[in-house]
């Protein structure tokens, strides 16, 4: 097979996280893989791996969802079990590519993927149509908040390139995606990854769809800039202590907004106040920082920092008290059901305790009804109300993400059970 | 704006920066040292017991340098381990040497040598015999004996088909195994290091990080590397179409001839299993122009151990490998 090179080192800019969203046998790994395929970033023994491997678990015609099928057990059984992250470059982007399981069983899989991603793709079967699942994963993909949502409506060749076909499921989605409590700008798609129309390259099968193909939208897709305006916060992870000069600075990765040197803060949740005297990145020197970056404060003043404090820039914004009571749309990922009265561990950025829980509703992904239940199964989603042990300087998940959402950890198994946003 | 605290500042008896890492502030790929940093700090707080793996391979160095940068000017608050099969190239013995040296690190070196004396192992034989696998064993009971809780890896998701679908903190059982079937969600960054007694966490957090990533970050933060990353002449033998080395465990069969080549590595492990690639590439820009055009990924072009099977790599990682 001949290849080109298209891999740019110049590529700089931080990647496009995205992640596949929908039904089992959507085509997803198979979308990934035409999408490495016609970008030409297999690499020639990755290629000559799948060929062996479409012998060996199928008919022998080249399988591009083997690509990322990666585990012994999703390459014999055909299916996608856990997340298979890919990365690939273009001359204009570099791309991480979470590719989500579809099953039902493994929802808590394409949790893990969706949280990640700026852009979801969501597959729909066109001949199938939308499944109980399509409706599942495009909530979770909304409630997560990706800054994006792709509807990419795969197998049209099967449909003969109907149009209307295309337009009832768009229709539809469209519908329930507005009816959603979260919106994301969404952009559906007519594609076939099978044969790679409107992929990569635009399909000479739909001349009635003038929108972009994936790729195009993609590289030229830009997410919402950070809020650079946004007041700054540094959760602190770690005090870097230097006992033979005496230094201390609290380390931690710079939430929302800039700090510079000089800058007035408080620290919370003791209330007091300082500035900022020194900032580091990588052990080096800093005049200012910004969002996202891990970064170590000296602080003007002798005041204690620790591991669970949080530093704020001055501002109105800030939660300056900390809450022991927050409401949460929650997914719940456990075998275990969760029931009124549980109490689990949480981890909120920085901080740990117990949760005590106390049910809202649960959600029907189809009817979007809320409806009282006793319990949460596997993969439910609801509203829940937690009773904390240790207070912490939340916002709301629409507010600012990073400090809006928690973790739940089964006492029994130690796994995460249940990913929750504040409300 | 209010003037900082010099004072306090001149306090300060700062080293400068180790001339053997570079310069972290000039990497091209900052989102990802960012990401990196935060985890690694994440770790060390949630963990009693870190330690990081280290081989004296690129990713090891990166993340070494990473962890470094994590907590300076404090000292690095773990210990690194070195997995030594006897079997490494004598460039990175003193390659470690000198950085444990120049760095003042605390170097725990676990011995495949000392699991086959003691009888934890047997060794491999025949012509393709290796220690690779038998790392495993060793490295779970140096875990075991030093109560390491948490160990950093430098592995990436791009390596590797069975790698692609590990979280960044990767939950090990009381045996050491992994289970890919039963892994913990992972969502957004908040990472879950709760454990019981005798299990422990792998944390990955080059995990985003691709090969092209590595070597443009080295070339740009100027961290230094074993010499054999670099075009060199070598004695080498073309065995299972890959160029092994001649020296230590690799000596000629019948039949085979060895040949002086030029050549470099892509990746660095065992010499039994490592297979050097032709190139003229001497400095780390022409590499990164040299990755930037590669069509065979690094694993495939140089360890014959992934060649066994098509899981090669997820059966040894279910028996607790790296």
Same mark, same amino acid.
């Given at each position: 097979?001949?290849?080109?090179? @298209?891999?740019?080192?110049?590529?700089?800019?931080?990647? =496009?996280?995205?992640?596949?969203?929908?039904?089992?046998?959507?085509?997803?790994?198979?979308?990934?893989?035409?999408?490495?395929?016609?970008?030409?970033?297999?690499?020639?023994?990755?290629?000559?791996?799948?060929?062996?491997?479409?012998?060996?678990?199928?008919?022998?015609?080249?399988?591009?969802?083997?690509?990322?099928?990666?585990?012994?057990?999703?390459?014999?059984?055909?299916?996608?079990?856990?997340?298979?992250?890919?990365?690939?470059?273009?001359?204009?982007?570099?791309?991480? =590519?979470?590719?989500?399981?579809?099953?039902?069983?493994?929802?808590?899989?394409?949790?893990?993927?969706? *949280?990640?991603?700026?852009?979801?793709?969501?597959?729909?079967?066109?001949?199938?149509?939308?499944?109980?699942?399509?409706?599942?994963?495009?909530?979770?993909?909304?409630?997560?908040?990706?800054?994006?949502?792709?509807?990419?409506?795969?197998?049209?060749?099967?449909?003969?390139?109907?149009?209307?076909?295309?337009?009832?499921?768009?229709?539809?989605?469209?519908?329930?995606?507005?009816?959603?409590?979260?919106?994301?700008?969404? =952009?559906?798609?007519?594609?076939?990854?099978?044969?790679?129309?409107?992929?990569?390259?635009?399909?000479?099968? #739909?001349?009635?769809?003038?929108?972009?193909?994936?790729?195009?939208?993609?590289?030229?897709?830009?997410?919402?800039?950070? @809020?650079?305006?946004?007041?700054?916060?540094?959760?602190?992870?770690?005090?870097?202590?230097?006992?033979?000069?005496?230094?201390?600075?609290?380390?931690?990765?710079?939430?929302?907004?800039?700090?510079?040197?000089?800058?007035?803060?408080? +620290?919370?949740?003791?209330?007091?106040?300082?500035?900022?005297?020194?900032?580091?990145?990588?052990?080096?020197?800093?005049?200012?920082?910004?969002?996202?970056?891990?970064?170590?404060?000296?602080?003007?003043?002798?005041?204690?920092?620790?591991?669970?404090?949080?530093?704020?820039?001055?501002?109105?914004?800030?939660?300056?008290?900390?809450?022991?009571?927050?409401? #949460?749309?929650?997914?719940?990922?456990?075998?275990?059901?969760?029931?009124? $009265?549980?109490?689990?561990?949480?981890?909120?950025?920085?901080?740990? $305790?117990?949760?005590?829980?106390?049910?809202?509703?649960?959600?029907?992904?189809?009817?979007?009804?809320?409806?009282?239940?006793?319990?949460?199964?596997? @993969?439910?989603?609801?509203?829940?109300?937690?009773?904390?042990?240790?207070?912490?300087?939340?916002?709301?998940?629409?507010?600012?993400?990073?400090? $809006?959402?928690?973790?739940?950890?089964?006492?029994?198994?130690?796994?995460?059970?249940?990913?929750?946003?504040?409300? | 704006?209010?003037?900082?605290? @010099?004072?306090?500042?001149?306090?300060?008896?700062?080293?400068?920066?180790?001339?053997? =890492?570079?310069?972290?502030?000039?990497?091209?790929?900052?989102?990802?040292?960012?990401?990196?940093?935060?985890?690694?700090?994440?770790?060390?707080?949630?963990?009693?017991?870190?330690?990081?793996?280290?081989?004296?391979?690129?990713?090891?160095?990166?993340?070494?340098?990473?962890?470094?940068?994590?907590?300076?000017?404090?000292?690095?608050?773990?210990?690194?381990?070195?997995?030594? #099969?006897?079997?490494?190239?004598?460039?990175?013995?003193?390659?470690?040497?000198?950085?444990?040296?120049?760095?003042?690190?605390?170097? +725990?070196?676990?011995?495949?040598?000392?699991?086959?004396?003691?009888?934890?192992?047997?060794?491999?034989?025949?012509?393709?015999?290796?220690?690779?696998?038998?790392?495993?064993?060793?490295?779970?009971?140096?875990?075991?004996?030093?109560?390491?809780?948490?160990?950093?890896?430098?592995?990436?998701?791009?390596?590797?088909?069975?790698?692609?679908?590990?979280?960044?903190?990767?939950?090990?059982?009381?045996?050491?195994?992994?289970?890919?079937?039963?892994?913990?969600?992972?969502?957004?960054?908040?990472?879950?290091?709760?454990?019981?007694?005798?299990?422990?966490?792998?944390?990955?957090?080059? *995990?985003?990080?691709?090969?092209?990533?590595?070597?443009?970050?080295?070339?740009?933060?100027?961290?230094?590397?074993?010499?054999?990353?670099?075009?060199?002449?070598?004695?080498?033998?073309?065995?299972?179409?890959?160029?092994?080395?001649? $020296?230590?465990?690799?000596?000629?069969?019948?039949?085979?001839?060895?040949?002086?080549?030029?050549?470099?590595?892509?990746?660095?492990?065992?010499? *039994?299993?490592?297979?050097?690639?032709?190139?003229?590439?001497?400095?780390?820009?022409?590499?990164?122009?040299?990755?930037?055009?590669?069509?065979?990924?690094?694993?495939?072009?140089?360890?014959?151990?992934?060649?066994?099977?098509?899981?090669?790599?997820?059966?040894?990682?279910?028996?607790?490998?790296?």
């Amino acid at each position: 097979m001949t290849t080109t090179l @298209n891999l740019t080192p110049t590529v700089a800019t931080a990647p =496009l996280r995205i992640a596949t969203a929908g039904s089992v046998d959507d085509g997803k790994s198979t979308l990934i893989g035409r999408l490495l395929h016609d970008t030409k970033t297999i690499m020639e023994d990755q290629l000559a791996s799948v060929e062996r491997a479409s012998h060996r678990y199928g008919d022998g015609s080249f399988n591009l969802a083997l690509l990322t099928d990666g585990l012994r057990a999703e390459r014999e059984q055909g299916i996608t079990i856990d997340v298979a992250y890919r990365y690939f470059a273009t001359p204009r982007r570099r791309f991480i =590519l979470a590719d989500s399981p579809g099953h039902v069983q493994y929802t808590r899989n394409m949790v893990t993927a969706a *949280s990640s991603a700026d852009v979801a793709i969501v597959l729909v079967d066109a001949v199938r149509g939308i499944s109980p699942q399509t409706r599942r994963h495009t909530y979770i993909a909304s409630m997560l908040g990706v800054s994006q949502i792709v509807v990419a409506i795969n197998k049209m060749d099967a449909t003969g390139w109907d149009r209307e076909v295309f337009d009832n499921i768009a229709k539809e989605l469209n519908e329930y995606l507005a009816s959603l409590p979260r919106q994301a700008p969404t =952009l559906t798609i007519p594609v076939s990854a099978l044969h790679g129309d409107n992929i990569v390259d635009a399909s000479q099968h #739909t001349p009635w769809y003038h929108g972009p193909t994936l790729l195009d939208f993609l590289e030229s897709y830009a997410p919402a800039p950070s @809020n650079l305006a946004a007041p700054a916060r540094l959760d602190v992870q770690w005090t870097l202590r230097d006992y033979t000069t005496n230094f201390r600075a609290a380390a931690g990765r710079l939430i929302g907004g800039s700090l510079q040197l000089g800058d007035a803060v408080t +620290v919370l949740p003791s209330g007091q106040r300082t500035t900022v005297a020194r900032i580091e990145r990588g052990g080096e020197e800093l005049a200012h920082a910004v969002a996202g970056q891990s970064i170590s404060v000296v602080l003007a003043d002798d005041i204690d920092a620790a591991r669970g404090d949080v530093i704020v820039a001055h501002s109105d914004s800030h939660p300056k008290t900390a809450t022991q009571s927050v409401v #949460t749309d929650v997914c719940w990922m456990a075998e275990t059901p969760l029931r009124e $009265g549980d109490r689990l561990w949480f981890k909120h950025s920085t901080r740990s $305790g117990r949760a005590t829980v106390s049910i809202v509703h649960r959600i029907d992904v189809d009817t979007l009804k809320a409806e009282p239940v006793q319990a949460l199964e596997l @993969n439910d989603l609801g509203r829940i109300e937690l009773a904390l042990s240790e207070p912490i300087l939340a916002t709301s998940f629409a507010d600012q993400p990073e400090t $809006g959402r928690l973790i739940l950890i089964d006492d029994r198994t130690n796994t995460t059970a249940g990913a929750a946003l504040i409300v | 704006m209010n003037a900082p605290d @010099n004072a306090r500042i001149s306090l300060l008896n700062r080293t400068t920066p180790s001339s053997s =890492l570079g310069q972290v502030s000039r990497s091209t790929v900052g989102e990802l040292v960012d990401e990196a940093i935060s985890i690694i700090r994440e770790v060390t707080a949630e963990c009693e017991q870190p330690v990081l793996l280290f081989s004296g391979g690129k990713d090891s160095a990166v993340l070494l340098q990473l962890a470094i940068a994590a907590f300076a000017p404090a000292r690095l608050p773990f210990p690194i381990m070195h997995v030594d #099969t006897a079997h490494n190239f004598p460039e990175v013995y003193e390659y470690r040497d000198s950085l444990v040296d120049e760095l003042g690190l605390r170097l +725990v070196v676990a011995s495949v040598q000392e699991s086959i004396d003691t009888g934890r192992v047997v060794e491999e034989t025949g012509p393709r015999a290796s220690r690779n696998r038998l790392q495993s064993v060793t490295l779970l009971d140096a875990i075991a004996t030093h109560k390491f809780d948490a160990a950093f890896g430098g592995g990436r998701r791009d390596e590797d088909r069975a790698r692609a679908k590990e979280r960044i903190l990767s939950f090990r059982d009381a045996t050491g195994g992994w289970d890919p079937r039963r892994q913990r969600p992972e969502p957004w960054d908040v990472l879950n290091a709760r454990i019981r007694k005798g299990e422990h966490l792998r944390a990955f957090p080059l *995990s985003n990080w691709t090969e092209l990533d590595i070597w443009s970050h080295i070339a740009s933060t100027g961290l230094q590397l074993p010499s054999i990353y670099f075009a060199h002449q070598r004695e080498v033998v073309k065995r299972d179409g890959m160029l092994l080395s001649i $020296g230590g465990p690799v000596t000629l069969e019948a039949g085979e001839t060895s040949f002086v080549e030029t050549v470099r590595y892509r990746t660095v492990g065992d010499m *039994s299993c490592t297979g050097a690639v032709r190139s003229d590439a001497v400095d780390v820009h022409t590499i990164v122009d040299e990755v930037a055009a590669a069509r065979i990924t690094e694993r495939g072009a140089t360890r014959a151990d992934d060649a066994t099977s098509e899981s090669a790599m997820e059966d040894r990682k279910r028996e607790g490998y790296f």
